[in-house]
């Protein structure tokens, strides 16, 4: 069963494979898409206001990171590459995402989002942007958590900068969990 993520900047605390079975799924990042200026404008600029208004009340999707089986995953990605070949005059950096999110809510592709209650995954760029939102998220000893329970994945921590420096310092001088 695959597992997509971009990498370079996601830590893995706990096996991911534990979230994955027979249902594709994909993270929340539990902020609604009209309160994120990013989000709103990219699907405002590839879909104009009526797909917009569709999604704007649903939750981001964290696009970085998707698990399933590899049917459903190769699938979904022929979907994404379908779409984005209609928009390939618009070339920015993150245009998955807004693609992820229509094909998600809009065409309404069978995938399951996770909340942050399961401790799936986690976008520290989100957390940064609205941290008043994000009461039950706890970074302690470079441990991200919600409540007592690690998330599989953190996503994008390179976005706090002390987290990045002491992940990176840890990884530098060992190859062992922190």
């Not at 590459?81 to 920015?92: C, D, P, T």
């Not at 520290?124 to 994000?134: A, D, K, Q, R, S």
């Not at 919600?146 to 002390?162: C, R, T, W």
Request: hydrophobic share 35%.
């Amino acid at each position: 069963m695959p597992k997509s993520c971009l990498g370079f900047y996601d830590v893995f605390q706990k096996n991911p494979f534990e979230y994955v079975n027979d249902e594709l799924i994909i993270s929340s990042e539990e902020v609604k898409i009209y309160n994120q200026s990013w989000n709103s404008k990219t699907i405002r600029s590839i879909y104009g206001d009526f797909i917009y208004d569709a999604i704007k009340n649903n939750d981001v999707l964290c696009s970085g990171i998707i698990g399933g089986p590899s049917n459903k995953f190769i699938s979904f990605c022929d979907s994404i590459i379908k779409e984005s070949r209609k928009y390939s005059f618009l070339n920015f950096y993150g245009m998955d995402q807004p693609i992820i999110q229509k094909l998600i809510y809009f065409d309404k592709c069978d995938i399951k989002i996770l909340n942050h209650e399961t401790a799936f995954c986690i976008n520290l760029y989100v957390i940064n942007e609205f941290t008043g939102n994000y009461k039950n998220v706890i970074i302690s000893n470079n441990k991200v958590l919600n409540k007592e329970n690690l998330f599989s994945i953190v996503h994008q921590y390179n976005k706090m900068s002390e987290l990045y420096t002491n992940i990176h310092n840890h990884y530098l001088k060992n190859f062992i969990p922190i």
